[in-house]
């Protein structure tokens, strides 16, 4: 099966009130057409709020390859790519056949690469509610932060505690984010709401960060040939006739999510704005999101044996990824990328070699700061989790199949 049949197939298994677009008109399930203003609607909402959301009708038609694709999804993803290759083209390293690229429906905030072996081809899959999960956790974000600018000395612990506990509206979003995404299965059933115009662009660049570094992720996986390694690894595995099989797999399948975090961090810094304090945006969107499933993680384990991650044997938890990539920028960023790409030329060597002495110190504080913050979050959501445990509240089905 070609790619972008394969595509298809699973969009057509997986679709739920998705908008889709079909000969000409768009609709909801297929069978509703909606107005292009409730289009336009929803792309704010998605956060497109930085472009001309107009434009999506003069491109979109033409690009989609597959009826069952969400435009404005697909329209965010396409351009969160180039952005992710114009970043790797900067490293002089690249993939030279561009990834297939789609979203799915199956509820999880994720996205996972298939590789088509046959086709010698990627395909890259995002959740499509992940777009909205990830403009409401900015939005949550943007709130708790004490300043519309953010610097190395902005993001202050105290401050953000302060902000927590003096506007009551925070706790009651990160409530209803939770409750949504853990208990309904659809983050999309959230309140909607929009910040005030002082905090709008600081909210579009912690969006763009997050989203960013999720996309590329999954570009450092195939950067640094995870999935072919992993065939490799259990050829050799299998030949050999091991009783650890599964568990040597499971520790290369970690090392190698840690890697792609590394990696995909530095892409994610490459490609977003990087003038001035603007560099520190990334770091804030990617830890603040990281101690953010970390807390989804702990409240998983209220409701049982289960883990956020859709496999543990394969994806080490949020807590350890964020605290290996600490220990990553404390080496500093730049030598650990040469280390694990060795493709960087010297000429970017020597430009942004001052990534690892002006901004690693700050950037662990930074993460420390914003920890901090989730965790007295976490202090005023934890004991509401408990209750609605005792009162057989239950999580949603998605989430029960993998705890048990």
Same mark, same amino acid.
């Given at each position: 099966m070609d790619s972008l049949s394969f595509i298809k197939s699973i969009q057509k298994r997986d679709n739920t009130s998705f908008i889709m677009y079909k000969e000409?008109? #768009?609709?909801? +399930?297929?069978?509703?057409? @909606?107005?292009?203003? !409730?289009?336009?609607?929803?792309?704010?909402?998605?956060g497109m709020i930085h472009s001309d959301v107009e434009h999506l009708f003069k491109v979109l038609p033409k690009t989609l390859h597959s009826e069952y694709e969400d435009p404005n999804g697909y329209y965010l993803l396409t351009d969160l790519l180039e952005s992710v290759e114009g970043a790797a083209k900067i490293m002089s390293h690249y993939i030279p056949k561009k990834p297939f690229i789609g979203t799915q429906a199956r509820g999880k905030i994720s996205a996972r690469i298939i590789p088509n072996h046959l086709a010698k081809e990627n395909i890259i899959l995002f959740e499509r509610e992940l777009f909205v999960f990830v403009n409401l956790l900015s939005k949550i974000l943007c709130e708790i932060l004490p300043n519309e600018v953010i610097s190395a000395d902005s993001i202050n612990c105290i401050e953000m505690v302060k902000s927590i506990d003096e506007n009551p509206q925070i706790l009651k979003r990160v409530w209803d984010l939770l409750s949504a995404y853990i208990f309904e299965g659809h983050v999309s059933l959230s309140y909607p709401y929009i910040l005030s115009k002082n905090k709008l662009q600081l909210q579009y660049q912690l969006t763009r960060s997050i989203e960013l570094? @999720?996309?590329?992720?999954? #570009?450092a996986h195939l950067l640094l040939k995870h999935s072919q390694s992993l065939q490799d690894i259990k050829g050799v595995l299998n030949k050999e006739n091991r009783m650890d099989t599964q568990k040597l797999l499971s520790r290369f399948h970690q090392k190698f999510e840690y890697q792609? +975090? !590394?990696?995909?961090?530095?892409?994610?810094?490459?490609? @977003?704005? +990087?003038?001035? +304090?603007?560099? #520190?945006?990334?770091?804030?969107?990617v830890f603040f999101y990281f101690a953010f499933f970390e807390m989804i993680e702990k409240i998983l384990r209220i409701f049982g044996e289960g883990s956020y991650s859709c496999n543990i044997d394969t994806h080490p938890s949020f807590s350890s990824r964020s605290k290996k990539l600490s220990k990553v920028i404390n080496k500093g960023v730049l030598e650990e990328m040469n280390q694990s790409l060795r493709f960087l030329n010297s000429s970017f060597s020597n430009v942004d070699k001052k990534l690892t002495t002006k901004y690693g110190n700050d950037v662990i504080k930074i993460k420390n700061h914003i920890e901090i913050a989730v965790q007295h979050l976490w202090?005023?959501?934890?004991?509401?989790?408990?209750?609605?445990?005792?009162?057989?509240?239950?999580?949603?089905?998605?989430?029960?199949?993998? @705890?048990?």
């Open positions: 000409g008109k #768009y609709s909801l +399930d297929g069978i509703n057409t @909606i107005t292009q203003m !409730e289009i336009l609607q929803k792309c704010k909402r998605l570094f @999720i996309l590329s992720h999954e #570009y792609a +975090d !590394e990696t995909g961090l530095m892409i994610a810094h490459l490609a @977003i704005n +990087d003038k001035g +304090d603007a560099k #520190y945006t990334t770091f804030v969107g202090m005023q959501i934890k004991p509401k989790m408990h209750k609605a445990n005792r009162q057989g509240i239950e999580v949603n089905q998605m989430w029960r199949d993998n @705890i048990k």
